[in-house]
């Protein structure tokens, strides 16, 4: 008898405000994710060499290292991780530099929970062709065009 069970996803949040790390921590158990912590990025970056995660939500203004540098080294020390950048200032530079890095999206502080659980949802669905006919009910064209 085979029984498959879904593996827990393995969350790290990287952030530097205390009350907001533990909420976070505390909401994503809740829904089921293994969550660990770090307070910075040189902290985070240590715990990413050490063990793996299915995504890494970083805050980007912290001490230490901000969150583009810790993604920045990710690459650099070739980790594939998805990756959500968290900041209560989203300018234009920043967010030219997450997609310059690839992250798979930012969101602005303060956000809602439940758009944060959507957006992990959206960054961990594991089923490609899911995601494929998700992009593609998104833009009806790229099935037109195909079909030419």
Avoid: W
Avoid at 26 to 39: D, F
Avoid at 43 to 57: A, V, Y
């Amino acid at each position: 008898m085979c029984v498959s069970m879904q593996k827990s996803k393995k969350i790290l949040i990287v952030e530097d405000n205390k009350s907001l790390r533990e909420m976070l921590q505390y909401a994503l158990k809740l829904s089921g994710y293994g969550v660990e912590t770090a307070c910075d990025g040189l902290s985070g970056l240590k715990k990413l060499e050490e063990d793996s995660f299915d995504l890494l939500i970083t805050d980007n203004h912290m001490p230490r290292m901000g969150g583009l540098e810790l993604i920045g080294e990710l690459s650099k020390r070739e980790l594939d991780i998805k990756t959500l950048l968290i900041s209560g200032d989203l300018t234009r530079d920043i967010l030219e530099e997450a997609k310059s890095k690839e992250v798979f999206s930012c969101l602005d502080k303060p956000f809602s929970i439940n758009i944060l659980r959507e957006t992990i949802i959206k960054a961990l669905a594991q089923d490609e062709v899911a995601n494929r006919q998700y992009n593609f009910n998104l833009q009806p064209q790229v099935l037109e065009a195909a079909a030419v």
